[in-house]
């Protein structure tokens, strides 16, 4: 695989958000883990569209420290985070969806922003940062899931050349018990 991926790291540099307030984008080091950990946790309980309760992000900080250290080490994983001063505000990851010969083509993208920067155009960056740091690791297909009825996601990911290819009714429980659907999401990245 050395052949076909590349590491995943970003410097730090800045971006500016819709309303001209900069912040630093970069990779997450083991450093970051108190923060990244933190962030996890707080945004688990700003919004329903995502996949676990607060109270469900049991790791440690030595663990998240641990999955950090592995984004930086490994040639196919990628992990950015954007920063205000030093609370992480947003973060994008890409990750394979199998190492054998057959999936290996395929990677997921995760995207996750605090419900305090919503609409400044950071999902928006994060998403474009995951779709690079894909094809920059020779992925051929960029992959994602999406609740339903999310349609500020939805929005997004269209907009950035997403297509549905399927749906998983009933895919997420509530604690009220509710269900959501789940809209899973590709993106070609093939070179022509």
């Not at 155009?121 to 960029?142: F, K, P, Q, V």
Request: proline content about 2%.
């Amino acid at each position: 695989m050395g052949d076909v991926f590349r590491v995943m790291r970003v410097e730090e540099r800045k971006i500016t958000t819709k309303k001209g307030v900069d912040m630093k984008l970069r990779t997450p080091t083991a450093d970051d883990a108190e923060k990244v950990l933190a962030f996890r946790r707080d945004v688990a309980g700003e919004t329903i569209y995502l996949t676990r309760y607060p109270y469900e992000i049991e790791n440690s900080v030595e663990k998240e420290r641990d999955i950090i250290s592995n984004y930086q080490r490994a040639e196919h994983l990628g992990m950015m985070a954007i920063f205000d001063g030093d609370k992480v505000i947003g973060v994008t990851s890409v990750s394979p969806v199998g190492l054998n010969f057959k999936t290996r083509h395929r990677a997921s993208a995760e995207l996750v922003v605090r419900k305090e920067y919503w609409n400044l155009g950071l999902g928006s960056h994060l998403l474009d940062l995951a779709i690079e740091m894909a094809e920059n690791c020779g992925y051929e297909r960029l992959e994602l899931s999406v609740f339903a009825d999310n349609a500020r996601a939805l929005r997004l990911y269209k907009k950035k050349g997403f297509v549905d290819c399927g749906q998983i009714p009933q895919a997420f429980k509530m604690m009220d018990g509710k269900y959501h659907d789940e809209i899973l999401m590709s993106k070609n990245l093939w070179r022509h």
